[in-house]
T-cell receptor, first 111, second 116 residues
Framework: TQLLKQSPQFLSIQEGENLTVYCNSSSVFSSLQWYRQEPGEGPVLLVT?????EVKKLKRLTFQFGDARKDSSLHITAAQPGDTGLYLC???????????FGKGTKLTVNP | NAGVTQTPKFQVLKTGQSMTLQCAQDMNHEYMSWYRQDPGMGLRLIHY???????DQGEVPNGYNVSRSTTEDFPLRLLSAAPSQTSVYFC???????????????FGSGTRLTVV
């Protein structure tokens, strides 16, 4: 059973389009994190959200933590080819010490 | 500041052989974890440690052992390699979640292991 469900699994868009990636669970998390991974490399942390309803912005990327701390979304505005990569959500359940990952969303932005 | 260093970067093993994947971090992080990444499966937690001398199992611990004798090092041992253990292995470290506002993990660059 996948604790964190990411959707969509694959996304191919044109440069300049907007997109949203979702990360959903039935469990409550003390924190949710988003990572980006490029081929042949380890994941790199983009953001951590810890407060229900929290919104964080990183240039053209907007991250939101659900009010109930069960879900999160990543929105990219005006996507660029440099945004291409695997986006992973990960979370620490309340009462746990383990960081668990969703399966990821593979994003391709075509010029 | 090297971050998280994993060695080796590539390894080919024969079925039944044993080996140790090394992981070292220089950020004084309390938490360290080992993940394996397989196509379509995402990152799955093998073992983790919340401090020196403390380890616990993750989602897929069978066939692997760990120890944490120092804060810096967290080696992963494959006891008797099997083809099902062919994967990319990542080590990661972090401050204790919540201790400094929920810091995320820093990952190494991975070890690509093939078991034939």
């Amino acid at each position: 059973t996948q604790l964190l469900k990411q959707s969509p699994q694959f996304l191919s868009i044109q440069e300049g389009e907007n997109l949203t990636v979702y990360c959903n669970s039935s469990s409550v998390f003390s924190s949710l994190q988003w990572y980006r991974q490029e081929p042949g490399e380890g994941p790199v942390l983009l953001v951590t959200v810890v407060t229900g309803g929290e919104v964080k912005k990183l240039k053209r990327l907007t991250f939101q933590f659900g009010d109930a701390r069960k879900d999160s979304s990543l929105h990219i505005t005006a996507a660029q080819p440099g945004d291409t990569g695997l986006y992973l959500c990960a979370g620490v359940q309340v009462g746990s010490e383990k960081l668990v990952f969703g399966k990821g969303t593979k994003l391709t932005v075509n010029p | 500041n090297a971050g998280v260093t994993q060695t080796p970067k590539f390894q080919v093993l024969k079925t039944g052989q044993s080996m140790t994947l090394q992981c070292a971090q220089d950020m004084n992080h309390e938490y360290m974890s080992w993940y394996r990444q397989d196509p379509g499966m995402g990152l799955r937690l093998i073992h983790y440690s919340v401090g020196a001398g403390i380890t616990d199992q993750g989602e897929v611990p069978n066939g692997y052992n760990v120890s944490r004798s120092t804060t810096e090092d967290f080696p992963l041992r494959l006891l008797s390699a099997a083809p099902s253990q062919t994967s990319v292995y990542f080590c990661a470290s972090s401050y204790a979640p919540g201790s400094r506002g929920g810091y995320g993990y820093t990952f190494g660059s991975g070890t690509r292991l093939t078991v034939v």
